[in-house]
């Protein structure tokens, strides 16, 4: 099947493992106006806009035109300030179908909460959701779409489940031989590779492919990696055609214009999210239910009493956090700058303070880590350079692959 990525000069190359693909020269090295850290230049007056997929309409509306679409979209794909689903209506493209990720169509859903379809109440277009028991769109679903429409931002993170939900989308278009469209935008932590990679035998909806924690792709090359690795079901590969990402390249940080999730609500989350994530799976908050969630840590037990914060539901970001109405003692990690943008420091520290550590861990960890070393090696006392030593093998041959699917300057 093709792998398409469409610009204004279009250059044609195919790669080793892959379907046939369409790229184009790198785009000079620009950076998005947002927060700078230390991994991205200051941006000059000189560099032009960064501009995402789905705001280079003149490279797709004529693709659309006289097509039924399905779009896959949330409360990020947006022009501006107007979303998608609207920009396209007004263009008269015909939409018959919105299907929504996690979080649901206007982002606005506790994690892990159950999704319903239902109908949005602007267009009146109908919404079937991607998450719980039906991830996959169906052959009924799709009947009448004849291209499917991918625009989410996400946050370049493999338990983030947006890109769980893309790898299901790419299976079902290539199984009911329908194109998709993708509309990419920039992975704001672009520049982060790291982690343990997956191993297959922990595979699950936050965990779906043999990449680390921290991947360094956009959905966009991500997309041609599943399809260049064969990853999806029985080895089927999708047709993809995408719009790439417009000055974008992978030393940047760029800020998000809209929070990608409830509780993802700006800059720092996403930084520290990465590592912060794994707390998931123990003992310890995350800091749902606090305005600061993925930004503070704590757990009743914690010793140091310095810090404190105490959950409560809150509408719209989390409606029964761990520890609700509980106070947490811990780690206020608001302002907290990071040199490796990856630590385990804080992990090994609050497992070594619980007062009861063979109850530290839960099932989940297994998964968010992708595997159980990472466990076993917390459990047996060993240092955060230790444990990194057992990453650099996987990591470095994920590199390697990684570099097969590049649509943007890298400077690693």
């Known amino acids: 099947m093709l792998t398409i990525v469409l610009r204004t000069a279009v250059l044609c190359a195919t790669l080793a493992s892959s379907p046939q693909t369409e790229s184009v020269p790198p785009a000079s090295p620009a950076v998005s106006t947002g927060s700078i850290t230390a991994n991205a230049p ?15 309409t003149e490279l797709y ?3 659309l035109q006289g097509k039924r679409v399905g779009m896959v979209v949330n409360q990020t794909s947006t022009i501006g300030k107007t979303h998608l689903v609207d920009t396209l209506l007004s263009r008269g493209v015909k939409i018959t179908m919105i299907f929504a990720p996690e979080h649901g169509f206007r982002g606005d859903a506790d994690a892990g909460a159950h999704i319903s379809n239902s109908t949005d109440s602007k267009t009146g277009l109908p919404i079937l ?4 028991s039906n991830k996959k769109p169906s052959a009924e679903q799709l009947k009448n779409v004849d291209v499917l429409l991918f625009d989410i931002q996400d946050v370049g993170v493999r338990f983030y489940t947006y890109s769980s939900t893309m790898h299901y989308v790419m299976e079902a278009c290539a199984e009911q031989n329908k194109p998709m469209l993708l509309l990419d935008r920039p992975n704001p932590i672009g520049y982060l590779i790291d982690g343990p990679v997956l191993k297959p035998q922990f595979k699950s909806f936050v965990g779906m ?25 029985n080895g089927v590969q999708a047709e993809v055609k995408t719009i790439p990402v417009k000055n974008y390249n992978h030393k940047m940080f760029y800020s998000l214009p809209i929070k990608p999730s409830p509780n993802l609500p700006n800059d ?11 707390f998931e799976g123990t003992t310890v908050s995350q800091g749902r239910g606090t305005h600061t969630p993925f930004q503070v840590i704590g757990a009743p037990y914690y010793p140091d009493k310095s810090f404190a914060f105490t ?20 780690k206020d990690l608001t302002n907290l700058k990071l040199k490796e943008n990856f630590t385990l420091s804080y992990l090994l520290d609050f ?39 057992s990453w650099k093998p996987a990591l470095e041959a994920y590199k390697k692959m990684r570099k097969q699917y590049l649509l943007y300057p890298d400077f690693e």
């Open 351 to 389: 497992y070594q303070k619980s007062g009861q550590k063979e109850k530290f861990f839960n099932n989940f960890f297994k998964s968010l880590a992708g595997t159980d070393e990472l466990q076993k090696q917390v459990m047996a006392g060993l240092s955060e350079k230790e444990i990194r030593a």
């Open 42 to 56: 200051e941006r000059t007056p000189q560099q032009a806009p960064l501009l995402t997929g789905a705001q280079q």
């Open 268 to 278: 720092q989350s996403i930084r520290l999210y990465p590592f912060l994530c794994l």
């Open 311 to 330: 959950p409560v539901s809150i509408p719209g970001m989390s409606m029964e956090p761990p520890y609700k109405n509980q106070v947490c003692y811990g």
């Open 61 to 63: 509306l004529p693709y």
């Open 209 to 233: 492919n043999t990449i680390p924690i921290a991947h360094g792709l956009t959905l966009g090359e991500y997309a041609l990696m599943i399809n260049g690795q064969k990853w999806l079901k």
């Open 129 to 132: 959701s991607l998450y719980g």
